[in-house]
Structures are given as structure tokens and as C-alpha cells.
């Protein structure tokens, strides 16, 4: 039992960027929906999930 729940803690660490960066990944991909300027509109957002990564 204590070897899954160490598993388990060093897959959510590992995982932990992932996590931080989805709000950034959000609202690119929300962003990048409008038509024309979304790619601009969602550079910033999009360099922010990969400065987390």
C-alpha cells in the first residue's frame, strides 16, 4: 500500500507543470477560436504556458 501511494506522489510531482500551465493553455485554445486575430491574441498566453514548461 505505501508503494502506490509513493507512486502515486511522484506521478502528481511530475506532473505538476502540466497542471500550472493548463489555465495559460485554456485560454490560448479559447483564443485562437476568433477568427483572424486569435493566433496574435494568443501569443501571450501561449508564451506563458511555455515559460511553466
Not at 14 to 23: Q, S
Not at 26 to 44: E, M, Q, R, T
Amino acid at each position: 500500500m505505501k508503494s502506490l501511494l509513493f507512486a502515486f506522489v511522484c506521478a502528481t510531482a511530475l506532473n505538476g507543470c502540466g497542471v500550472v500551465a493548463a489555465p495559460c493553455r485554456i485560454a490560448s485554445a479559447g483564443l485562437k477560436i476568433v477568427p483572424v486575430v486569435g493566433d496574435i491574441a494568443a501569443a501571450p498566453t501561449d508564451a506563458c504556458a511555455a515559460v511553466i514548461d
